[in-house]
């Protein structure tokens, strides 16, 4: 324990004398100082014990001495220490007054104790109070260790509640409760799973407080709890909550920075297997994709229940901001796992996460495949976790501003496409369902759009195509060349010809021409293009190109 004025008087060498004060004497002292300013509360931090003279002060004065007590006490100073044979021979009654209406402790210091005697009284008491905390800590640094390494973290949580004699949980990335110690502490930390959730979106390390007596968010819960992120990555795996009658001490918070340390080397190594089991994922669907589901069963196992049996839905998600990137670097080859170096970050992370909790919620099994800038998710039909990829892309879209639906999606967004319901046999075709159905997404301005949909609206969005665009505008070019020249308007002229069937009267109206003028303007992009009109393919290329290079 720290020093107390209580340990000052009882020690034997000082040979202090309470005056006033008496019940006020268990009250930790930080420090003793010496001053004899008439006013020192400036160079006061609160907690000190004050030694004086009064050698500028009249503390015969009841008035000087009650503003000069009640400044010292509204200033945190615990007590007053009082020598007496200096310029007093007794401590003057009106400086007693003045200590017992502020109930200040007075103590009054013998001619023969020398203020530097004090001084190193409460030094060395408060170095052997360190002493003792960093002693404690490394004796609960090496039990938690031992009950890690022999129990895993339901043993470190209970020899962590036990060091700090209060409660403690581990909190998944989802908010769940994994574990608590003692048993009876997981109903509590499950209240918190809100303020849990609230600290994972700050970026790691980060802690809060929350609960005690008087909170007006948590005024069920008497406990003060320490809420700590884990893990070193920007967004955090999980979280630990210690729950204690008052404020940790100097040991217990030594236990608590253990136990985050050792939590956090657990949870890398956990994410160390995570990786490992990507690249296992990122295995097993390739060999579906390549039509080799037997060999994929057999590399999975039992990791997967009956997943690679039972219908599934095969889905493809991609960010709006990896599009972008994607669009000024080389092409992709689609092969899918081919880059599984961690977790998806943004919104793509945010989306795997809520298929894989929904999936372990619901006791299903789901296949999570980082695509190099996409995320491929191969889950159950009918099942949670494409219900959750569903539910969390029509809440992206509800909460995004109208213009950006219609450009295709904000700086961030997402885009999801989902295949119809297939099986081992048919994986590839499924994953071909949902990268058309992303596509669609993409060009619809959507954030998610299964396969069964895709042929509902205009066949015009899926013109939409780098492919397509270099098609449209070399079929288009030469004629736009011989506009460029000022001699006629022949690509004005095939799209009011090709929007009126064919009706020369109509069209030229459209264009406000004479219709023998259109006529000749028809003949010269026959001519120009060395095609003739009259065939129906022709014209159809020429709206669809039309159509393709439209301006938005």
Known sequence: MPPTLASLVHHSALKLTVRAGEDRLDVPVRWAHVSELADPVPYMEGGELLLMTALKLDAEDPEAMRRYVKRLADAGVVGLGFAVGVNYDHVPEALVDAARHEGLPLLEVPRRTPFLAISKAVSAAIAADQYRAVTAGFAAQRELTRRTLTDGPEGLLAALAAQVDGWAALYDASG?????????????????????????????????????????????????????SLGTSRRPRSALAVGTAAALGTAERYAVHSAIALLTLTTERSRSLHEAGLRIDAAVLRMLLAGEPDHARTVAGDLYGGLLDAPFRMIVAESSAARARASTAAPSTGDPGGDTGGDPPGALGALAEAAESAAAR??????????????????????????????????????????????????????????????PIAASAAYQQARQALSVARRRGRVCVEHEHVAAGSVLPLLADDAVRAFADGLLRALRDHDATGRGDLVASVRAWLSRHGQWDAAAADLGVHRHTLRYRMRRVEEILGRSLDDPDVRMELWLALKATAPE
């Open 176 to 228: 769940a409760v994994v574990a608590a110690a003692p048993e009876w502490a997981g109903r509590r930390a499950a209240r918190l799973t809100a303020d849990v959730q609230r600290l994972r979106e700050r970026p790691a390390p980060a802690s809060s407080v929350v609960g005690g007596a008087g909170n007006p968010e948590h005024p069920e819960n008497a406990d003060r709890v320490e809420l700590h």
């Open 362 to 423: 619901s006791g299903e099994a789901v296949l999570v495949v980082p695509e190099g800038e996409r995320l491929v998710v191969l889950a159950t039909d009918g099942g949670a976790a494409v219900a959750a990829v569903v539910e969390h892309a029509s809440a992206l879209e509800a909460a995004r501003p109208v213009s950006e639906s219609r450009a295709g999606g904000d700086e961030d967004g997402l885009v999801v496409g989902l295949s119809a319901p297939s099986g």
